[in-house]
């Protein structure tokens, strides 16, 4: 059965390109949404963005035929069309919710569309899940935008290593004094490029990295960073990630206390001679989704209060010296130069990140589509690390199978480029990692 797909505001702002995403079936979009992405279209959030980003792909599938007909979206592509009637069918929404909100108008265009088109199945797609929720107690089927939608986030880590048990004592010795040898099968259906695992047998165990280049296992050591040294093994792993030159792309994910920012931002420090600017970002939520232009002060002043868990972990790095410190000046020295900043991913966009190591902090916060346009500013001598934790995510149309965190993972893996550790265990303190593992 041929289907016919009627497209929410919040699938549009989710992602402007989505339209493309339907194969060969056709697109209807009520005019009540163009109503709403009018008001999202000024801002510079992202959600302004892909507002604007809609309407001017709209306007230009619009230059030679008018929107409420049947507009073609290109080879192998269905059709697009804009529906103005909102007058019920049978069952009215309005009437049934007892509102004349946008959303129950949204619904009237999705039921009428299901009475006249018996042929074919009509489905509303939104992110809002109320908003699904409605749809089906009416008759309506909908669903979710699934492209970008990962399987199951909560199994991805066991893709990337694990711990390994019963291997020959020699081959555990042989890596110690080798520090590299031929992986030769070791790692049967485990292996994959930079997968981190512990090697295990009765009386002894090694910490190690398959190198795909070389085909090797490698030994994994602990190595300080800025003052900042591994507790356990899952953080050892994410150093190593974090200080190796083949390695472009890293993503960590862990609960709260499992040591991500800090790390990557200690790893930063080290490195520092390798880069032109260290930068640290992350997006901005905004308080009762208001945007944050109505904070007082200038865009310094209003981005502060969201910035301050980045600022906390630059204090924990400045703390292991003394004041006086060289490596303490330095610190200053690069932020007094820009050579270190610390901003909303807001004002990121747009810019050619070359020589640098870029930190994002509470990546499962993003979007799939938003995650591609970070990476796609990467330039020559770029590295960037992606932190966040999918259990965390405070934006109402993303859920641990749906955020740019798990996405990258679960897209990027077994490529050399790219690293994920997984980190579970809770160095903040006892009391925190109590909250972690109880309530």
Same mark, same amino acid.
């Given at each position: 059965?041929?289907?016919?797909?009627? +497209?929410? @505001?919040?699938?549009? !702002?989710? &992602?402007?390109? *989505?339209?493309?995403?339907?194969?060969?079936?056709?697109? /209807? #979009?009520?005019?009540?949404?163009?109503?709403?992405?009018?008001?999202?279209?000024?801002?510079?959030?992202?959600?302004?963005?892909?507002?604007?980003?809609?309407?001017?792909?709209?306007?230009? +599938?619009? @230059?030679?035929?008018? !929107?409420? &007909?049947?507009? *073609?979206?290109?080879?192998?592509?269905?059709?697009?069309? /804009? #529906?103005?009637?909102?007058?019920?069918?049978?069952?009215?929404?309005?009437?049934?919710?007892?509102?004349?909100?946008?959303?129950?108008?949204?619904?009237?265009?999705?039921?009428?569309?299901?009475?006249?088109?018996?042929?074919?199945?009509?489905?509303?797609?939104?992110?809002?899940?109320?908003?699904?929720?409605?749809?089906?107690?009416?008759?309506?089927?909908?669903?979710?935008?699934?492209?970008?939608?990962?399987?199951?986030?909560?199994?991805?880590?066991?893709?990337?290593?694990?711990?390994?048990?019963?291997?020959?004592?020699?081959?555990?010795?042989?890596?110690?004094?080798?520090?590299?040898?031929?992986?030769?099968?070791?790692?049967?259906?485990?292996?994959?490029?930079?997968?981190?695992?512990?090697?295990?047998?009765?009386?002894?165990?090694?910490?190690?990295?398959?190198?795909?280049?070389?085909?090797?296992?490698?030994?994994?050591?602990?190595?300080?960073?800025?003052?900042?040294?591994?507790?356990?093994?899952?953080?050892?792993?994410?150093?190593?990630?974090?200080?190796?030159?083949?390695?472009?792309?890293?993503?960590?994910?862990?609960?709260?206390?499992?040591?991500?920012?800090?790390?990557?931002?200690?790893?930063?420090?080290?490195?520092?001679?390798?880069?032109?600017?260290?930068?640290?970002?992350?997006?901005?939520?905004?308080?009762?989704?208001?945007?944050?232009?109505?904070?007082?002060?200038?865009?310094?002043?209003?981005?502060?209060?969201?910035?301050?868990?980045?600022?906390?972990?630059?204090?924990?790095?400045?703390?292991?010296?003394?004041?006086?410190?060289?490596?303490?000046?330095?610190?200053?020295?690069?932020?007094?130069?820009?050579?270190?900043?610390?901003?909303?991913?807001?004002?990121?966009?747009?810019?050619?990140?070359?020589?640098?190591?870029?930190?994002?902090?509470?990546?499962?916060?993003?979007?799939?589509?938003?995650?591609?346009?970070?990476?796609?500013?990467?330039?020559?001598?770029?590295?960037?690390?992606?932190?966040?934790?999918?259990?965390?995510?405070?934006?109402?149309?993303?859920?641990?199978?749906?955020?740019?965190?798990?996405?990258?993972?679960?897209?990027?893996?077994?490529?050399?480029?790219?690293?994920?550790?997984?980190?579970?265990?809770?160095?903040?303190?006892?009391?925190?990692?109590?909250?972690?593992?109880?309530?």
């Amino acid at each position: 059965m041929p289907k016919l797909f009627v +497209l929410d @505001t919040s699938i549009l !702002l989710f &992602d402007h390109t *989505s339209i493309r995403s339907f194969e060969d079936n056709d697109i /209807v #979009i009520p005019i009540t949404v163009l109503e709403e992405l009018d008001k999202f279209k000024i801002g510079n959030e992202t959600k302004n963005f892909e507002a604007r980003a809609v309407i001017r792909m709209l306007d230009k +599938l619009s @230059t030679t035929e008018a !929107l409420n &007909d049947w507009i *073609s979206l290109g080879p192998h592509l269905g059709r697009i069309k /804009v #529906i103005m009637n909102e007058d019920s069918g049978d069952v009215d929404a309005r009437a049934v919710f007892g509102s004349d909100k946008n959303d129950n108008r949204i619904l009237n265009v999705a039921l009428k569309l299901q009475q006249d088109n018996t042929d074919t199945k009509v489905v509303l797609v939104t992110k809002d899940i109320n908003l699904r929720i409605k749809a089906k107690a009416i008759g309506l089927n909908s669903e979710d935008f699934l492209t970008g939608k990962v399987d199951n986030a909560k199994t991805i880590e066991s893709r990337f290593g694990s711990e390994m048990f019963d291997l020959d004592a020699e081959l555990i010795k042989s890596l110690y004094e080798k520090k590299r040898i031929p992986e030769n099968g070791i790692l049967k259906e485990q292996k994959i490029a930079n997968g981190y695992y512990v090697l295990n047998n009765c009386t002894n165990s090694a910490l190690a990295r398959y190198n795909e280049h070389s085909q090797s296992i490698e030994l994994v050591e602990k190595m300080y960073a800025y003052g900042i040294k591994p507790k356990n093994a899952e953080q050892t792993f994410a150093m190593n990630a974090l200080l190796n030159d083949e390695i472009r792309l890293v993503a960590m994910q862990g609960v709260a206390g499992t040591g991500k920012t800090l790390l990557a931002l200690a790893s930063a420090l080290e490195q520092k001679a390798k880069y032109d600017q260290i930068i640290l970002s992350r997006p901005i939520i905004p308080l009762n989704n208001r945007d944050i232009g109505f904070l007082p002060g200038s865009a310094e002043d209003k981005i502060s209060p969201y910035m301050m868990p980045l600022w906390d972990n630059l204090k924990v790095i400045k703390s292991q010296y003394k004041e006086n410190a060289r490596k303490t000046k330095w610190i200053d020295q690069m932020q007094e130069k820009g050579d270190l900043t610390i901003t909303a991913l807001n004002f990121i966009r747009g810019r050619s990140l070359i020589n640098s190591m870029f930190i994002v902090d509470e990546a499962q916060n993003l979007t799939p589509h938003e995650i591609k346009t970070i990476i796609t500013r990467a330039g020559e001598g770029t590295k960037i690390v992606f932190t966040g934790d999918i259990n965390q995510i405070d934006t109402p149309y993303l859920d641990e199978n749906s955020n740019g965190l798990s996405y990258i993972i679960d897209k990027l893996k077994g490529d050399p480029l790219f690293a994920y550790v997984h980190l579970e265990k809770g160095e903040r303190s006892e009391l925190a990692d109590l909250a972690n593992r109880l309530l």
